[in-house]
């Protein structure tokens, strides 16, 4: 529980940031489509920070890494909170994604090494309850915030839960040991940092037009030949940064891509609703933030109740089922316009939010069913570094599809039926997860849940 408030503390940071990016586009004079750098390069430092977290875990133990990870996270909040440009901001919040990605694996390596198999996925679903109040209470505070303060003090409420969160630790988290053997591989560093690096920044450049698009041509080029030369340089280490081998393991090989594929349709979807909220609504930051509550409540609830449904249906049944009912969900969330009942729109946001928390919470347990013991810091970082970058694609490809629908129809700021479509086609991506799901044995994961029958 106190790793998962830690993880609670990071989200809260992200949900609250979701709701002030009006006032900061405002405030620091920039666009609001640019804006979403503020989420995407968050991501994308901690897509590139989450490998090397996983080695540090092993080598100089969890709790340690815990510990630091709380005071740099903390630090760089109050960076944050001191910017007075967007270019600032930005790199506070790459220094918050770096230290964000150091406190993220560490709860489920813990788990994944010293919890029994059997108990994996009612242990998971247990660990992230807490981190589950942060998208809960993070829109209405941060429109609570936005109400009556500065957007500034959406960073500086990191300050005391970092203090109080980094005595829990050292009071209660037993000192697990670490593995000083492992090496760091710095040479498959290098090459995931630039590839990571060029793909993304390509992307974003790609869909702001920031550079002539033979530069950016280049920069993509440059990340897909540093992703080739790493996988060659992966296949032939003893002990690569990111161990591709466990894409040998079926059940870990399905849930990976199917959850990259959910993922880059439904990440976003906090984003465009703060839009369609407050942009195209017209509603303030607290109004918007209340809104979303249900949805956390929506999360939280299924958490409670994800092992009973895997038990009843299976993995597999869950899996695919349910990924069209994501789509669907979000599909539906699209027809809100400024005359939809604010009851209709709670109803909907709850229910979205169910089905999305039982595709998680039934997707984190397939990815680690199969993964041996000894290699689950490798599963951890590996998992871990394609979700933040998924995440970070999926803001970046929803911009772009928003920003080049407004061009098209010589729109400059976003009205609802700009919006509406972008949350469509994000939804018919998410959708597309099913194919990859339907790959599964009608047993698959069964280990993982099986106690207790």
Known sequence: MIMGCALCMELIDATVVMTALPQMSSDLGASSVRMNLVVSLYMLAAALCVPVSGWA?????????????????????????????????????MFQGAAGAMMVPVGQLILLRWSPREQLLRNLSYLTIPALIGPMIGPPLGGLIMSFASWHWVFLINLPIGLVGVMLVMRHVPPYPGIRGRRLDVRGLLLCAIALG?????????SHGLLPWPYVAMMIAVGLLCGGLYIYHARRCSEPLLDLSLMRIPSYSIGFWGGNILRLGTASSPLLLVLLFQMCFGLSPLHAGLLTLAGGTGALLMKLMALRVVRRFGIRRTL???????????????????????????????????ILSLQYSTLNALVYADVPAALSSRASSLTAMTVQLSMSLSVGIAASLLGGLMNLRGHTTPVTSDVAMVMLLCALLGMASVLVFCRLAPDAGVTVYAAGE
């Open 57 to 93: 875990a092993d080598r100089y133990g969890p709790r340690r890494l815990l510990v630091v990870a709380i005071v740099l996270f903390t630090v760089s909040s109050l960076a944050c909170a001191a910017s007075t440009s967007l270019l600032q901001l930005c790199l506070a919040r």
């Open 198 to 206: 060029a793909l993304v920044f390509g992307f974003e450049a790609l």
């Open 320 to 354: 695919t089922r349910n990924a069209l009912l994501t789509g669907l969900s979000l599909a539906a969330c699209a027809g809100f316009t400024s005359a939809t009942p604010y009851w209709a729109i709670v109803l909907m946001l709850f229910g979205s939010a169910v």
